[in-house]
């Protein structure tokens, strides 16, 4: 009865008696600076307004900081305060937490943590108001209504439309839908999570200690000058300072700032700018008189450029004090390099960073689905003028458009990744810092720019977007199917076996393949009277039989031999089909000549993540990447759903030319007979020059290790640590460090946290 009274008379009480709010209450907090001295500081509210407080109950709080904050709220039941019933109040403005809550009952106390760490901040406001449970609904409904519908005056209409979005799923489906639209039409809430930002911090206190990065001249034999390219138009003085600033403040002291401002219409622009070409010698504006866009503004800036390599600064972003001398490092150290790029992260409105962007180095299928290079990139300038310039038209993805350009034509050791944070991004609305929907045009320049990057390919390639904004698949079509030979051991296992079999055959689009089961000492008779069912009714299936111990390498070597197919599929026996284009995808990529193995996106039977390309040095010889990641998870950066290139995948489902299987020697028989042997398999063609490839387009089920079973017997346990000592012995050096992840992110998990004393 008490929740009922209070979600259907209290919202009414508020209008009559607005003092029942807090904001009362916390005046005194109001227009101070409070310092917390330790990770747990707290206010306990006491009000007349608590004792009738419970159902829905909307808290917002106004709070101003420098720092990043987490402000938390806890309530007692009776059994005092709990981190496992603390509710983080989610950033849904600048300064603006909130969380809407459902209380079971009426609390015998309510603590309110502004922050969890060492920080300065000031309380503006502190509002905790009741509502019944209608109104929780029409407030989260009208929220995205008003969101998705800016300005769309026909409210009939969109009241329509936006119901029928979510009444199929009933009231429960109906109110989770709702909540996940709620929390995606605010990025804060996406962009940024107490725990990945507290790592953060602690990351960047472990790891950015720049004091010995004192630019010497005497220890360099080559100190050229390097030109920072800054198109302006309009910008924020106060952001504009700070991304100049960054650039006076570099410990390496041989650059000029090359600006063309794109004719701002707001004179702080035009005189924060003639303040500093005042000041300094080395900084050059020009004054463009008609507006054009980013890349004529930025081809001004470049036409004024003496350097002899060129940076890209955005108006509003930042370098950090090392930048220019990390890149002069790289430029005395590699004499060949002509392309580097950096890691990165965001900066807020307020200097907070967050989300570091670790990078692979150079990952060509990566750098085709998603411009994951970005920021900071440098080139060498008479690279640049062999190439041209920005080009007119693809606005929005200009410099991706250029760095294709660049990259098309060096080879990888002329591209080179310095795995440092040298740039921050300022995320701020309207970026695409902040969400890559803030500039949707970008995706179709990016296709556009592709289209041209592929124009002179003698083979046919359909370019279109990807599984997320601004990300891109390319599709190498095929001219003709050549016969695969699907390689599938197995012993005994009836249902898991037939689970496999028949997806392929009924699932498979691609008509020209075989299917080799090879039989290593089955006995079960269902199984075996299936062997004889299937070879009867497919004329494209045939059972080997290996009558020998159990030797994974060997039974697949054994199996390429006697395939009659140019391209060759190892499958387990424990896998299950679910795309329909699954083996046309990794066709056309194994047909590829720069492209060794090919591998797919597996789940587990709870549709998490089971495999997503294999990472070197994970728990000591290899892990795979994503694991255990939802299966609807964009993973890191968005790595789950984009093509890329990997140092290794699994030898669950592997497409792989022929001539390269032998080329290689195929599996290792003797030295890794169970594990590992995809891992080596692949850093054999690796290490042959051939790039390995994982697409996301490729979904199977993996019900691993069923028909194996677990290593756990003393002869099993002994045999893996042999082969792991093999490994770790042969492959050191790609174990050490593997070029395609990053030494910044862990080596203990396959989550692709940040690598914090390990």
Not at 182 to 199: A, L, V
Not at 657 to 673: A, F, Q, S, T
């Amino acid at each position: 009865m008490s929740h009922i009274l209070t979600s259907i008379f209290f919202p009414l009480l508020q209008k009559i008696i607005p003092s029942l709010t807090i904001n009362k209450d916390l005046k005194k907090l109001k227009d101070l600076n409070w310092q917390s001295t330790g990770d747990d500081s707290q206010f306990i509210l006491k009000s007349p307004f608590l004792k009738v407080l419970s159902g829905w109950v909307s808290v917002r709080v106004k709070i101003d900081s420098k720092d990043y904050i987490t402000p938390k709220i806890y309530f007692d039941f009776g059994e005092g305060y709990s981190e496992l019933r603390a509710i983080t109040l989610n950033q849904i403005d600048e300064s603006t937490y909130q969380a809407d809550i459902m209380l079971p009952q009426i609390p015998n106390n309510i603590r309110f943590d502004p922050t969890d760490n060492l920080s300065t901040f000031k309380i503006l406001s502190f509002t905790i108001k009741a509502h019944s449970e209608t109104l929780h609904f029409f407030h989260q409904f009208i929220s995205i209504i008003k969101h998705d519908n800016k300005n769309d005056i026909d409210t009939l209409r969109i009241i329509k439309k936006s119901y029928a979005r979510y009444k199929k799923n009933g009231l429960n489906g109906m109110m989770e839908k709702l909540d996940k639209e709620y929390i995606r039409i605010h990025p804060f809430r996406q962009q940024k999570s107490s725990s990945e930002h507290t790592s953060y911090l602690n990351w960047i206190k472990e790891n950015e200690d720049n004091s010995n990065d004192l630019f010497n001249k005497d220890l360099f034999n080559y100190t050229p000058l390097i030109s920072i390219i800054m198109p302006t138009y309009n910008t924020p003085m106060q952001y504009l300072k700070k991304a100049i600033d960054s650039v006076i403040d570099q410990s390496y002291p041989y650059w000029e700032i090359c600006i063309a401002d794109d004719a701002s219409s707001n004179m702080e622009t035009i005189n924060t700018l003639k303040e500093y070409i005042n000041e300094y010698d080395n900084i050059n504006v020009h004054f463009r008189e008609v507006n054009g866009n980013i890349s004529l503004a930025s081809n001004s800036a470049l036409d004024l450029a003496k350097g002899e390599y060129i940076a890209f600064l955005d108006h509003d972003d930042m370098l950090a004090p090392n930048a220019l001398f990390e890149i002069i490092k790289v430029i005395n150290a590699k004499k060949d390099v002509k392309f580097i790029y950096s890691d990165e992260d965001k900066i807020d409105e307020k200097g907070r960073r967050f989300s570091p962007h670790f990078k692979s180095s150079w990952n060509p299928d990566m750098f085709l689905s998603q411009n994951y290079i970005s920021h900071l990139s440098v080139v060498k300038k008479c690279t640049l003028d062999k190439v041209g310039y920005f080009r007119v038209g693809y606005e929005g993805s200009q410099d991706y458009d250029l760095f294709l350009r660049i990259t098309k034509n060096l080879n990888s050791n002329e591209i080179f990744h310095i795995e440092k944070i040298l740039y921050h991004w300022r995320a701020i609305e309207g970026s695409t810092a902040l969400s890559s929907k803030e500039k949707s045009y970008t995706t179709d320049a990016g296709i556009k720019a592709l289209k041209n990057y592929f124009s002179d390919n003698k083979k046919s390639v359909k370019i279109e977007k990807g599984l997320l904004d601004n990300t891109y698949k390319v599709s190498y079509l095929l001219s003709h199917e050549p016969l695969v030979s699907l390689i599938i051991p197995t012993r005994d296992e009836h249902d898991i076996l037939s689970l496999c079999i028949q997806s392929i055959l009924e699932k498979t689009m691609y008509k020209n393949y075989e299917i080799l089961i090879v039989d290593n000492q089955t006995t079960c008779s269902k199984t075996l009277k299936y062997f004889d069912e299937l070879t009867h009714a497919y004329k494209n299936i045939k059972i080997l039989k290996y009558n020998k111990e159990f030797n994974y390498s060997a039974i697949n070597n054994y199996a390429v031999e006697e395939a009659n197919g140019e391209i060759i599929g190892l499958i387990n026996n424990d896998v299950e089909v679910i795309s329909n284009n699954w083996l046309t995808e990794m066709v056309q990529h194994a047909l590829r000549p720069c492209i060794g193995a090919v591998g797919a996106k597996l789940y587990y039977d709870n549709n998490t993540i089971q495999h997503a390309g294999v990472i070197l040095g994970i728990g000591g010889v290899a892990g795979h990447s994503h694991k255990y990641f939802i299966r609807d998870s964009n993973g890191y950066f968005s790595r789950l759903k984009i093509v890329q290139n990997y140092s290794a995948v699994t030898g669950a489902c592997l497409v792989v030319e022929k001539k390269l299987y032998e080329e290689v020697n195929g599996l290792d028989e003797n030295n890794l007979k169970v594990a590992f042997n995809d891992v080596d398999f692949c850093l054999k063609l690796l290490d042959k020059g051939y790039k390995n490839l994982w697409t996301p387009y490729v979904e199977l089920y993996h019900h691993e290790s069923i028909s194996r079973g677990a290593e756990d017997n003393p002869k099993k346990i002994k045999r893996f640590n042999k082969e792991v000592t093999y490994m770790k012995n042969r492959w050191l050096k790609y174990i050490k460090a593997d070029n395609l992840y990053n030494h910044n992110l862990t080596n203990k998990h396959e989550n692709f946290g940040l690598n914090l004393n390990e």
